[in-house]
C-alpha cells in the first residue's frame, strides 16, 4: 500500500516563475493538508481540501497562492510569481475522513522549494 | 493558538529518560504526537483522544490532562534512533496547530 507521494522532490525555480507541487493522497483518503515548513521552524497549516472541494484555506496567503484536489488526480499547490521567501519544504497530509479532532495524518516525503 | 512545547532541546545518552511537555492556552480535546527526523517527513507516533487517556508504543507513552490542557510524551531508555525533533498538535476547527517543537540528541 503505498504511502503518501509528492513530486517533484526537490524544485528549482527563479524569481517571478510558477511552481507546482503535487500531491497523490494515501489509497483511500480523500482528504488532504497542506504544510509549510521554514528552514529550522515547525509546520504551519496552510490549507484544508476535498475532493472538489477546499474546505479552510485560511493558513494559506491570499496572493499569489492556490491549492485544488480535482476528482481525478493530485492534489495541486500552485505558487505564482514566486519570491525567495517563498523557499522552504512543502509537505502535504492525508487521511481518511475528518471528524473534528481525530483525524490522523500520514504525512508526504516533502517538496523542498529553492528559489533563485 | 500554537501549543508550546518544553524543553526546546534536550540531549541525552543511550538509556536515558526524556519528558517532552505540551501545552495550549485553548482547550485540547485530541492531542496528535509526531516525530520528525532531519530533511524528512513528519511520522505519526499516537494520538490521545481523551482527558487522562495514556498510550504507549514500545518506549514511548503519553499521557493527556485536558483540564490542564497539557500533554506529555514519555521516552524511556532512550535508543540512538529516537533523535528528531518532537511535535504536538491538536485541531482547531480545521486546522491543524503544531507545536513549537522539541529537538531530541541521543548520544552514545
Known amino acids: 500500500n503505498a504511502g503518501v507521494m509528492q513530486n517533484p522532490r526537490h524544485l528549482v525555480r527563479r524569481r517571478g516563475q510558477e511552481a507546482r507541487l503535487r500531491c497523490s493522497p494515501m489509497k483511500g483518503h480523500s482528504h488532504v493538508y497542506w504544510y509549510r515548513q521554514l528552514p529550522e521552524e515547525g509546520l504551519k497549516f496552510m490549507v484544508y481540501?476535498?475532493?472538489?472541494?477546499?474546505?479552510?484555506e485560511s493558513g494559506m496567503p491570499k496572493e499569489r497562492f492556490s491549492a485544488e484536489f480535482p476528482k481525478e488526480g493530485p492534489s495541486i499547490l500552485r505558487i505564482q510569481q514566486v519570491v525567495r521567501g517563498d523557499s522552504a519544504a512543502y509537505f502535504c497530509a492525508s487521511s481518511t475522513k475528518h471528524q473534528a479532532s481525530t483525524d490522523t495524518q500520514y504525512f508526504g516525503p516533502g517538496t523542498r522549494l529553492t528559489v533563485l | 493558538q500554537q501549543p508550546v512545547q518544553s524543553p526546546q532541546a534536550v540531549i541525552l545518552r543511550e538509556g536515558e529518560d526524556a519528558v517532552i511537555n505540551c501545552s495550549s492556552s485553548k482547550a485540547l480535546y485530541s492531542v496528535h504526537w509526531y516525530r520528525q527526523k532531519h530533511g524528512e517527513a513528519p511520522v505519526f507516533l499516537m494520538i490521545?483522544?481523551?482527558?487522562?487517556e495514556q498510550k504507549g508504543h514500545e518506549k514511548i507513552s503519553a499521557s493527556f490532562n485536558e483540564k490542564k490542557q497539557q500533554s506529555s510524551l514519555y521516552l524511556t531508555a532512550s535508543q540512538l534512533s529516537y533523535s528528531g525533533t518532537y511535535f504536538c498538535g491538536t485541531f482547531t476547527g480545521n486546522q491543524f496547530y503544531f507545536g513549537t517543537g522539541t529537538s531530541l540528541t541521543v548520544i552514545p
Open positions: 481540501l476535498q475532493k472538489e472541494n477546499i474546505i479552510d
Open positions: 490521545l483522544l481523551k482527558g487522562g
